[in-house]
């Protein structure tokens, strides 16, 4: 990664500025791109101190002036950019019937219509360096399907289309991939329960919830060299719960 920028939404924090860290020890300029100001500062400001360049910038993923906003930073301070990791996002536990017109507004617009204004508005950027790398992220749960949080199952779904059909119109300049995680260890997880946490836990053939490193690792070998003939593609980095275990059924229950 060296002499590369990478710009992250949802880096404030959690798998985001998981992801940033690492990039940055393997080299990376990094651009946090978040709402949580403080946060994102702090951030920021840790990578700073611990000797990797990063930078901090507002970013609402569902306006597209703020994607504008934050390339035009990028590009001033580091010269250009190369990695855009689309990290942002939320969840909503409601199904379909009880899930309300704002709740499915927001999930969808920070899920889905962020990460389309992600591509849409960095692509001329990576085009100027002459190659890129973008990487999405889906969900386990745009796979298979639960009862619940039906707007979070729509939008990690549509993110793998939208991977693919991106990947064919940016090629051969851009390389678009997307990384499929099941539970992780962040923030995003807190919500649960210790029951319903270790309900799920028990579908993981692994037996445990990953660690940000373990799927940052993924997105440093995306964002890399490394996978320069990969495009389109989805890693699944899910502990094994799509192979065919215990999933959602009858045994996660019990």
């Not at 000797?51 to 306006?63: E, K, P």
């Not at 192979?243 to 059924?249: H, I, K, M, R, T």
């Amino acid at each position: 990664m060296q002499g590369k920028v990478a710009l992250i939404s949802g880096g404030a924090r959690g798998q985001g500025a998981s992801h940033a860290r690492l990039l940055a020890e393997h080299g990376a300029a990094v651009v946090l791109g978040d709402i949580l100001d403080d946060e994102g500062e702090e951030t920021a400001a840790r990578l700073v101190k611990d000797g990797f360049d990063a930078a901090y910038v507002h970013l609402d993923v569902t306006r597209s002036a703020d994607w504008q906003a934050a390339v035009t930073s990028v590009e001033t301070r580091f010269g250009g950019l190369d990695v855009v990791v689309n990290n942002a996002g939320v969840a909503s536990i409601a199904s379909v019937e009880d899930e309300t017109d704002e709740g499915w507004s927001r999930v969808v617009a920070i899920n889905q219509t962020g990460v389309f204004l992600g591509m849409k508005h960095t692509a001329p950027a990576l085009r100027r360096r002459g190659r890129g790398s973008v990487v999405n992220t889906s969900s386990t749960l745009g796979i298979t399907a639960t009862p619940m949080s039906f707007a979070y199952h729509a939008t990690k779904a549509a993110i793998l289309h939208m991977t693919r059909s991106a990947a064919l119109t940016l090629a051969p300049t851009i390389r678009v991939n997307c990384i499929v995680p099941g539970l992780v260890q962040t923030e995003f997880i807190a919500g649960l329960d210790d029951a319903a946490l270790e309900r799920r836990v028990r579908t993981y053939p692994l037996g445990r919830v990953a660690q940000p490193e373990e799927i940052s690792a993924a997105v440093l070998f995306l964002a890399s060299d490394e996978s320069s003939y990969i495009t389109g593609s989805p890693i699944y980095l899910d502990g094994g719960v799509l192979s065919g275990f215990a999933g959602f059924g009858p045994e996660a229950e019990q």
